[in-house]
């Protein structure tokens, strides 16, 4: 997957579907550790106060 479109449809999912991330990756029996990893290495964050992923803030 292009890793350009998994924040977009992370984030589409949260607001149309799901409460949290967790509810997210329990219906759909994804591993919540890797997804976070993934998302770290393409430069996002999950933020749970938003309940969005957001891009990590530069040091």
Request: without cysteine; glycine residues 4%.
């Amino acid at each position: 997957m292009d890793p350009n479109l998994l924040p977009g449809l992370i984030n589409t999912a949260l607001r149309n579907d799901f409460e949290s991330l967790d509810d997210l990756v329990k219906t759909h029996d994804l591993d919540k550790a890797a997804l976070l990893e993934r998302l770290q290495e393409i430069g996002y964050e999950y933020r749970d106060e938003i309940n969005q992923v957001r891009t990590m803030p530069h040091p």
